[in-house]
């Protein structure tokens, strides 16, 4: 063990008395090459505006992606049924959302009828016509293959109720 020790010590000392032997000249003409070249100068930074912050103050509005939705005013007569919630009814877990969280993404059918896959509420929702929906107590009144009919009732700022149309498309996954 000693013995191997000695000889690779050895060599490590013929290695490094190799190294330390060998001609810089082209390593040392080159060096006084790049000291010999004129000094550059260094551009001065940028000057930067500061940042003005934007308050987005249009939150409120209605999206400009989405399809404007058309109010059907209904003369109303006295002594016939106004349109109006029904607050005794018992609200569904779905009514919890608005209804624009929601996006229809299939359907499913058996022998009770035809069912819509809603994903909102980070999850997929089965609902089928008569279901509530949405905070504007939104009732599913139909399903097909591409899109869920609803009907919401909304205030109409009179003190009064309308029924709004609205339907959720089938997503696009393309």
């Known amino acids: 063990m000693r013995a191997f020790k000695a000889i690779a010590l050895g060599f490590t000392a013929l290695v490094m008395t190799g190294c330390s032997q060998g001609d810089f ?3 040392n003409a080159y060096m ?30 209605r999206s400009p992606f989405q399809a404007p939705v058309k ?3 209904v003369k109303r007569q006295k002594g016939s049924k106004e349109v ?13 959302f608005n209804i624009e969280t929601f996006s229809m993404v299939g359907t499913l059918s058996d022998q009770r ?3 819509a896959l809603l994903h909102g509420a980070e999850s997929v929702h089965r ?12 009732k599913v009144i139909a ?12 205030p109409d700022g ?13 997503k696009d996954n393309g």
């Open 25 to 27: 000249s082209d390593l």
């Open 32 to 61: 006084a090459e790049v000291r010999a070249r004129p000094k550059g100068s260094i551009e001065p930074l940028p000057q930067f505006t500061p940042y003005e912050a934007f308050a987005y103050s249009a939150s409120s509005l």
């Open 71 to 73: 109010f059907e005013v």
């Open 84 to 96: 109006k919630p029904d607050e005794s009814r018992v609200r569904q877990f779905l009514e919890g």
């Open 113 to 115: 009828g035809m069912f």
């Open 127 to 138: 609902v089928k016509v008569g279901d509530y929906l949405g905070r504007n107590h939104g």
């Open 143 to 154: 399903i097909d293959a591409s899109k869920i009919d609803v009907i919401e009732i909304v």
């Open 158 to 170: 009179e003190g009064g109720w309308l029924e709004r149309p609205r339907q959720l498309p089938l």
